[in-house]
């Protein structure tokens, strides 16, 4: 009986034992397959992260070329600002894609697309470059032909001006053999020169005008200005009214007188007839038409 009994124990314990090591096997497996799948899992972790270190590489790399470009043309900046937001919008999405760790294929494919835009991007500076040096090139010629136009228009309105003034001058009268000197009026008509300032009855201007067939024809005044020795100019009649303009400014007269002129010689006879002391001395006598200085003389009394 008892060995029976001994024999059942031992075959539980058989049993056990076979259980256990059957278990130890299992175990043992399990461990070997985790250990290969942890393994496998680590491998690929770290192959993901080197492929997103490779991919945000590669990334920035395009971003700071991107930028340097910028950099570079700023000028031209504005004409590619649309092309500009198309990349960075490309970027962040990328951007996106790595810091999610998504498929390599996918975000290797999305990178090629933003490199060739980016290369369309720099085709388009090449190709702006090459017209703004085309048409600075137009503008430096369009500049130059200007500045030679410039010249020559300049040239031209000082010929003409000078031309003008020489036909100024040339028509300009002249007065010739201007002759002053004191008079004294004998038998009421008789007239006889003198130069003694205490018999004097008037002052006698005689004068020609020239011949000028470029000067304008038609009415014209004349001025005479009588200096006394003190320089004082001699007039009659309210001073506020007794001048003429030449060159800007107001000039006192002493006599005026207005003419018809023909363009042919002429000859002109004035008097200056105030009753009044004559002091002695020189007396000038400048002759004006209109607002030009056309002859002078000068007289001296005793």
Excluded: C
């Excluded at 703004?132 to 040239?155: A, M, S, Y």
């Excluded at 001025?223 to 506020?240: C, F, T």
Aim: net charge positive; glycine share 4%.
């Amino acid at each position: 009986m008892e060995n029976e009994e001994k024999k059942s124990k031992n075959k539980i314990y058989l049993i056990l034992i076979i259980v256990l090591a059957l278990s130890n096997i299992v175990l043992l497996w399990l461990y070997i397959s985790t250990k290969s799948e942890v393994k496998t899992i680590i491998v690929k972790q770290e192959q993901t992260v080197t492929k997103n270190t490779e991919l945000q590489h590669e990334l920035d790399s395009l971003l700071s070329e991107h930028e340097k470009i910028k950099t570079e043309y700023g000028s031209l900046d504005g004409k590619l600002k649309q092309k500009d937001s198309i990349i960075m919008a490309n970027a962040q999405e990328i951007q996106k894609l790595i810091s999610r760790q998504a498929d390599y294929k996918q975000v290797k494919k999305k990178l090629d697309y933003l490199r060739g835009i980016t290369q369309g991007y720099v085709s388009q500076i090449d190709s702006l470059l090459k017209i703004n040096n085309i048409l600075t090139t137009e503008n430096v010629k369009i500049k130059g032909d200007l500045k030679t136009e410039q010249n020559k228009t300049t040239e031209l309105i000082k010929d003409k001006e000078q031309l003008n003034e020489k036909v100024t001058i040339a028509s300009n009268l002249k007065a010739y053999n201007v002759k002053a000197a004191g008079i004294r009026v004998k038998g009421g008509s008789k007239e006889s020169i003198t130069d003694k300032s205490k018999k004097i009855d008037k002052i006698k201007i005689s004068f020609t005008l020239s011949e000028n067939l470029i000067s304008s024809s038609g009415n014209k005044t004349v001025y005479l200005r009588i200096a006394g020795p003190d320089n004082v100019i001699l007039y009659s009649g309210d001073a506020e009214y007794s001048f003429f303009i030449f060159n800007g400014q107001k000039m006192q007269y002493s006599l005026k007188k207005d003419i018809v002129y023909q363009n042919k010689a002429m000859d002109i006879t004035m008097y200056w007839d105030n009753t009044e002391n004559y002091s002695p001395g020189t007396y000038k006598v400048v002759v004006y038409v209109d607002s030009y200085k056309v002859g002078e003389s000068d007289f001296t009394l005793n």
